[in-house]
């Protein structure tokens, strides 16, 4: 089997490469290192299976290829390339979120028509709901994204929608909830806060801190990716790590695994963000299989050491 995965050398795309290949896949993966941070730690992410001879590296920028050669044989195609980030979405930054975010899927989508695909994996997120009065977020509820992210996101996943019914992509959405775990992204919360406790630096909370999260394992979310090869064409399915804890709560754990006090500084509330998220994965439980099986202490544990070692 030949599975397509692109942003594989993101965080989140470097951990499911690996696990395809552990199953036996064959992988094509396509990165063009966008300057979002450093091309030095996405290489880095690409270590342990840039040389697997089942692993094909294309360097390439999906709005500007050739994706017909790439996806001559290709049964399943995993879509993570994208322009992530919440709070940096605003302003002039929103051309590179329409490009990579929507654009991307576009081009990407319609290189698949009329292809024998068997699913294509599309990685949404929690960022499309926006605040709402009910937790926890159904997949039924309607999206009202608070950040231009979000906007770029849903807009994707409506492609993807629109794909499957008019040209029979066999597409399944996942919304993931806030990942971590060994690779996060370098402007995420967890990296940050690990990063500064370690180096004794201060950490900046983002309002009073009582925020909450539903913080998804890197694992975890890439079980549910790989389950998602046998979604059903045209649903969306929250991906969430079943624990969801605040933002203070988290440096807490942070605190006792590095034995050190944090030093807090505090800023206004973002743009952007979300005050609350919690995923209702009954959907995912159901019509998956899904289970996230790594709690937040055991996962701030392994990202931690992660951390501690980028360090030296
Ligand atoms: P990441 O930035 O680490 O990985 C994305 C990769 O895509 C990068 O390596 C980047 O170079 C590549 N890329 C971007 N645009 C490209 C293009 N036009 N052509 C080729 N490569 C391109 O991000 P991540 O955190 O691993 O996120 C992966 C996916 O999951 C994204 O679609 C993101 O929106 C989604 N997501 C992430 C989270 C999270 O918590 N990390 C939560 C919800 C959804
Ligand atoms: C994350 C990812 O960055 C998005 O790409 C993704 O789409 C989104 O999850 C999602 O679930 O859909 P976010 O929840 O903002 O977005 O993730 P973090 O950067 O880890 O932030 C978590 C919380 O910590 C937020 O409330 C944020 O305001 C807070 N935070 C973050 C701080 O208080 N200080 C910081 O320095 C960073």
Not at 68 to 79: K, Q, R, S
Not at 223 to 242: C, D, Q, R, S
Not at 284 to 289: C, F, N, Q, V
């Amino acid at each position: 089997m030949r599975a397509l995965v692109t942003g594989c050398a993101g965080f989140i795309g470097s951990h499911l490469v690996e696990r395809l290949l552990e199953e036996g896949y064959h992988i094509v993966g396509i990165d063009c290192f966008t300057d979002y941070y450093s091309e030095d730690m996405k290489r880095k992410n690409m270590e342990g299976f840039k040389n697997n001879e089942n692993f094909e590296f294309i360097e390439k920028d999906i709005l500007n290829m050739n994706l017909m050669p790439v996806l001559e044989g290709v049964d399943y195609v995993f879509h993570l390339a994208a322009q992530p980030g919440v709070r940096a979405s605003w302003g002039k930054n929103f051309e590179v979120y329409t490009r990579n975010n929507i654009l991307a899927t576009q081009r990407l989508l319609e290189a698949c028509k009329g292809l024998e695909i068997k699913r294509f994996v599309f990685a949404s997120s929690s960022s499309v709901y926006g605040d709402s009065k009910e937790l926890p977020l159904k997949e039924s509820l309607y999206p009202k994204p608070l950040s231009p992210y979000g906007v770029t996101k849903l807009a994707a996943e409506n492609l993807c929608v629109l794909y499957y019914k008019n040209y029979g992509i066999p597409v399944v959405s996942l919304r993931y909830f806030t990942v971590y775990g060994p690779r996060q992204r370098p402007d995420m919360a967890f990296h940050k806060f690990i990063k500064a406790v370690l180096e004794e630096k201060a950490i900046t909370i983002y309002g009073d801190g009582n925020q909450t999260r539903d913080f998804t394992y890197v694992s975890d979310a890439v079980n549910a990716t790989v389950l998602g090869m046998k979604g059903e064409p045209g649903e969306i399915y929250n991906i969430g790590g079943g624990s969801r804890i605040s933002v203070n709560k988290a440096i807490e754990v942070i605190e006792e695994l590095t034995g050190k006090k944090a030093k807090i500084k505090y800023e206004p509330f973002q743009k952007g963000d979300m005050r609350d998220t919690y995923a209702d994965i009954s959907k995912a439980e159901k019509g998956l299989g899904y289970k996230p099986e790594i709690d937040i202490n055991t996962g701030l544990k392994k990202q931690t050491e992660y951390v501690r070692n980028l360090r030296v």
